[in-house]
């Protein structure tokens, strides 16, 4: 079974910093896009930032968030990394890491989510 498990995740003060990561675990053959996404209550859930996969790797984000995230990931351990500044109020949320892994040669990817990690920008 394959499991995604994010940390970094907490209260932070309105102009701060937080560093969220999210390690992929199991029987993994290869890893393709990696992202995270974000879901604040009554909002639907939308796409934070994603990196792809291989060498070469590039970059997209919420216009929302641009110049202030950096998305980033170490393929030799399977992780991805969300350096979130200048944090906002607007920017809690729920933050959801998302993978599409191959689990053998041949197979397509799947989609896979992590658990949640709750981001809280207050004073």
């Known amino acids: 079974q394959v499991q995604l498990v994010e940390s970094g995740g907490g209260l932070v003060q309105p102009g701060g910093s937080l560093r969220l990561s999210c390690a992929a675990s199991?029987?993994?053959?290869?890893?393709?896009?990696m992202g995270w996404y974000r879901q604040a209550p009554g909002n639907q859930r939308e796409l934070v930032a994603a990196?792809?996969?291989?060498?070469?790797?590039?970059?997209n984000y919420a216009d929302s968030v641009k110049g202030r995230f950096t998305i980033s990931r170490d393929n030799e351990k399977n992780t991805v990394h969300l350096q979130m500044s200048s944090l906002k109020p607007e920017d809690t949320a729920v933050y959801y890491c998302?993978?599409?892994?191959?689990?053998?040669?041949?197979?397509?990817?799947?989609?896979?989510w992590g658990q949640g990690t709750q981001v809280t920008v207050s004073s």
């Open positions: 998302n993978a599409n892994i191959r689990l053998q040669i041949g197979e397509l990817f799947r989609n896979y």
């Open positions: 199991g029987s993994i053959f290869g890893i393709g896009t």
């Open positions: 990196i792809t996969g291989g060498a070469g790797s590039s970059t």
